[in-house]
């Protein structure tokens, strides 16, 4: 496996139902980020781990709950989600603090709630 | 407030019309703007950094130019793979972790 890779692609899950997205990444980063993409929307930013700490949590409602158990691995828990939660999560990664910092990110998660 | 604005929202040309992508953003310090080609239901690749005015850079057809007001994506005798949604984003000094995104421009390159 090369570059950010990401499972599921694709989850329909009920309102009440409790899932997990996981993200991986081979690129030897130290940060690691969750987006949400929605139709003709900008990409959202929800979570920022450094060195497997949470440094950004840009006021996502507590049905998220993001895990870093290492620098490689990231999670994303899902619990009692809303319909308006049907997105595209995306995860990404970066050399955080280095001299140009880019984003590399993973294909996503086509996320369905019924 | 840091903010990114792109256009046009769609750009529809025919194969070989060279045309330009606008990015103009708004960042108290840049640290530095990023050009992304995300194709549908795919996470975004990445395609440039540019970190200072004047700053050029180029792949295959595409070339990103850098002033302190605004980017733009020259796209040279588009082919129809070129077809992809371009993102723009900016990093500013004033946070260290969070990239702005703009809503990106919709390519289509008809053969």
């Known amino acids: 496996e090369t570059g950010v890779t990401q499972t599921p692609r694709h989850l329909v899950m009920g309102m009440t139902n409790k899932k997990s997205l996981k993200c991986e990444q081979h690129?030897?980063?130290?940060?690691m980020y969750w987006y949400k993409q929605s139709a003709k929307k900008p990409l959202e930013l929800m979570f920022v781990y450094s060195l497997e700490e949470r440094v950004e949590n840009n006021s996502v409602p507590s049905r998220f709950s993001p895990e870093c158990p290492n620098s490689s691995h990231l999670f994303l828990h899902l619990h009692t989600l809303q319909p308006e939660d049907s997105a595209l999560y995306l995860c990404?990664?970066?050399?955080?603090?280095?001299?140009?910092?880019?984003?590399?990110f993973g294909p996503g998660t086509r996320l369905t709630v019924l | 407030e840091d903010q990114v604005t792109q256009s046009p929202e769609a750009l529809r040309l025919q194969e070989g019309e060279s045309s330009s992508l606008n990015c103009s953003y708004t960042v108290s310090g840049l640290r530095g703007l990023f050009w992304y080609r995300q194709d549908p239901g795919k996470g975004p690749e990445f395609l440039f950094t540019l970190y200072s005015a004047g700053e050029e850079k180029e792949k295959e057809r595409l070339k990103a130019t850098l002033t302190k007001k605004e980017s733009f994506l020259h796209i040279t005798a588009p082919k129809p793979e070129d077809s992809a949604t371009y993102l723009c984003a900016v990093k500013g000094y004033s946070s260290a972790s969070k990239i702005i995104f703009g809503s990106g421009t919709r390519l289509s390159i008809r053969p």
């Open positions: 990404a990664s970066s050399q955080g603090g280095g001299p140009t910092d880019t984003q590399y």
């Open positions: 690129l030897g980063h130290n940060a």
